[in-house]
């Protein structure tokens, strides 16, 4: 028999995966079904982060979104923000590689080459070399199940390629190395291109490449910021919303439903408004969080999710004064190799030229913005220092790197603790086992980064997967 549809549901968390979750069953229930987001920080948008510095609004979490998935662009024109999507500039980005700033190659698929000469400027002659062979190398034939994918390039191509443009790449992704990541959960185009009959990886990235580079942009934002969408899904989802509370715990009720206790401990007389029934729940938080809720309700999905593993991060957002020279490029990409000429290593690893690749930042008299992003998995010693020092220390890098030396006219270092999932090996397996496991339970439904993929399109579809699987679609 068909579950009835819930009329009164909450949203755990508060990020885009969140907010999308609520706007879609605000359009699937109508305007009598009461939906509630419960997020425990005071703010809405997660890694959606749109401020002020210098009179300027500047993201200071996910800057961009994949163009070339549907769901990002979709959504935003869906919400009335059509007329604030902009693609980058023409400008290149770079990358640190061997001692020296080169363009980032084009012709590659995560930095796996379509051909040898692709990234030949990056590597070394013997490096080039051991790219040159991997199609003349034996077949290749992957397992059903996934597989380590600093392992496999490294066996295939060298460990000059990885160091120097396969890490630097994942590195702006999931903040993790190859060493530490599943080729089908990072690269699943490519995995499925072998699984088609490529004899090589090289050939399975030339099939994937359109023909003509750059025919269609690649990446897209929001003139407003990405902060545009958070307010926009939250003005049309509507939502009761409990800020600054963490969820502790959830529970099925006997004739049905969900109760969610709030309180970071259990008071010893808890007060009747640290409770909250509904007919179904949505839980769009990190894994740790979505494990600790669902240890007593699924236990298979909580251990599941206990598994994986995050990385931390920090962006310092600089707004330097106005008609301050930069590169002629997008930003710079930084191998986890790299050093200064004296063995120093950089504690950036990469810097986006907002200024540069947004035409929306390169206004006449306006202050000159750019970004520095700090922090790989299992590398925090840099994250450990206060805003100030690594502000200063990011600046340095920038004037090794650039020769850019002005001083700053205001500076903003925002951490995201926990804040990327790390899909190593085993991950989509984990997933299957978590959404097998929530699937068996009525009026459950998961959401977000730590399902299939970090991007802003992924963490969006699986939202409204979430949302229609609640009201039966």
């Known amino acids: 028999m068909t579950e009835p549809a819930p009329r009164r549901v909450a949203v755990v968390g508060g990020g885009v995966s969140a907010l ?8 699937e229930l109508g305007g009598d079904a009461v939906l509630t987001v419960c997020e425990a920080t005071g703010e809405l948008g997660g890694k959606l982060r749109t401020t002020e510095l210098a009179g300027l609004p500047v993201d200071t979490g996910a800057e961009a979104f994949l163009a070339r998935r549907p769901e990002a662009v979709a959504l935003a024109t869906e919400l009335g923000l059509g007329g604030q999507l902009t693609h980058p500039t023409a400008a290149r980005a770079t990358v640190r590689a061997g001692g020296r700033t080169r363009p980032l190659p084009r012709r590659t698929v995560m930095g796996v080459p379509a051909a040898p000469d692709a990234v030949a400027e990056v590597l070394s002659a013997e490096g080039g070399q051991a790219v040159a062979a991997e199609a003349r190398k ?13 392992a496999l390039l490294r066996e295939r191509f060298g460990d000059e390629l990885v160091d120097r443009l396969v890490d630097p ?16 959960a990072t690269m699943p185009g490519l995995a499925a291109a072998v699984d088609s009959g490529a004899g ?6 030339a099939g994937l490449l359109p023909p003509e580079p750059g025919a269609e942009p690649v990446f897209a934002t929001l003139t407003g910021g990405l902060g545009s969408l958070v307010e926009a ?32 401990a259990a008071p010893a007389h808890a007060p009747e408004e640290a409770e909250l029934d509904a007919d179904a729940v949505v839980l769009a938080v990190p894994a740790p969080a979505a494990s600790r809720l669902l240890a007593g309700v699924v236990p298979a999905a909580s251990a599941a999710l206990a598994e994986v593993e995050l990385a931390s991060m920090a962006v310092v957002t600089l707004a330097l004064p106005p008609g301050t020279a930069l590169p002629d490029a997008s930003g710079v990409l930084i191998g986890a190799g790299e050093r200064y000429d004296d063995g120093t290593p950089f504690t950036a690893k990469a810097f986006t030229f907002s200024a540069r690749k947004w035409a929306h930042h390169a206004r006449a008299g306006a202050p000159v913005v750019l970004r520095g992003s700090v922090g790989r998995f299992g590398e925090n010693e840099a994250l450990r220092f206060g805003d100030d020092e690594l502000a200063r220390l990011v600046r340095a890098d920038l004037a090794e790197l ?55 399109p992924a963490c969006i579809a699986t939202a409204e997967a979430a949302a229609l699987r609640l009201v039966g679609r």
Request: hydrophobic share 45%; glycine share 18%; no cysteine.
């Open 20 to 27: 999308v979750a609520a706007y879609r069953l605000r359009r």
């Open 402 to 456: 650039t020769g850019v030396t002005a001083e700053p006219v205001a500076t903003l270092v925002t951490r995201w603790g926990g804040g990327l999932p790390q899909y190593g090996p085993g991950h989509l397996e984990r997933v299957a086992r978590v959404e097998r496991a929530v699937a068996t339970v009525p009026g459950l439904a998961v959401a977000g980064a730590a399902l299939h993929g970090v991007g802003v």
């Open 169 to 184: 790449l994942l590195g702006g992704v999931y903040a993790g190395g190859a060493d530490g990541l599943g080729l089908r």
């Open 233 to 264: 899904l939250v003005e049309h989802a509507a939502p009761e919303l409990r800020l600054g509370v963490p969820v502790r715990a959830l529970d099925r009720l006997p004739g049905g439903g969900w109760r969610l206790t709030f309180g970071a």
């Open 138 to 150: 034996p077949g290749l034939t992957l397992p059903d199940g996934d597989v380590a994918l600093g």
């Open 200 to 205: 090589s990886l090289t050939a399975a990235a």
